[in-house]
C-alpha cells in the first residue's frame, strides 16, 4: 500500500481492515493512485472526461503524464457492453471483455488494445485475472472490484 493510499484510509474515518497478500511484493514506486469519490448519476461524465485525456503515441515525446491507454474495470457484463455503446456512439474508440462474449471475440478484443490499435479496454473481472500489459498508462475501476473470497465466504455460511 503506497503512503497515499494509507493516508487516504486514516482520513476516512473507518475501521477498515488491509489485508497484504504479498508482504514480500512492493508497488511500484512511480505509480500513481488516486481516489476520486463520484455519485453513481454523474459516473458516466467523469468517465469520459478521463477518457478524453486519452492521446496518440508520440514517440518523440514520451515524457510526462501522457495518458495513451486504459483500461476500465466494471462489476457486470451489462455494465462492460452499455460502456462500450456509449462510447462507441460517441465516437470513443473502445472493445470490451467479459463472458458473454465468445473465446474468439475476447482474443480480438484483447489483441486489438495490446497492438494499439484501440486505446481503451473496458472490462469485467474476467480480465483482472492473469492479463499482462506493459503499456497500460491508465486503470479505472469504474465500480468497486469484487472480493472473491469474501463472495465466496458470504456464499458459503449465508451471511
Do not use: W
Request: overall charge neutral; charged content about 20%.
Amino acid at each position: 500500500m503506497s503512503d497515499n493510499l494509507r493516508s487516504l484510509l486514516e482520513l476516512s474515518g473507518n475501521k477498515s481492515y488491509f489485508f497484504e497478500a504479498y508482504e514480500g511484493f512492493k508497488t511500484v514506486e512511480t505509480l500513481k493512485q488516486q481516489y476520486i469519490h463520484i455519485p453513481p448519476d454523474g459516473k458516466e461524465l467523469h468517465l469520459l472526461y478521463l477518457l478524453s485525456k486519452l492521446k496518440k503515441a508520440d514517440p518523440i515525446q514520451m515524457a510526462g503524464d501522457c495518458i495513451r491507454s486504459a483500461i476500465v474495470f466494471v462489476s457486470t457484463c451489462s455494465t462492460c457492453q452499455f460502456l462500450d455503446l456509449l462510447l462507441e456512439e460517441l465516437g470513443r474508440p473502445a472493445v470490451s471483455l467479459h463472458s458473454h462474449k465468445s473465446q474468439s471475440q475476447r482474443l480480438l478484443a484483447l489483441n486489438r488494445f495490446k497492438s494499439g490499435q484501440v486505446p481503451v479496454l473496458i472490462s469485467t473481472d474476467l480480465g483482472s485475472r492473469g492479463l499482462d500489459i506493459p503499456t497500460v498508462d491508465l486503470v479505472i475501476n469504474y465500480d468497486i472490484p469484487r472480493c472473491h473470497v469474501l463472495t465466496f465466504i458470504c456464499s458459503q455460511y449465508s451471511l
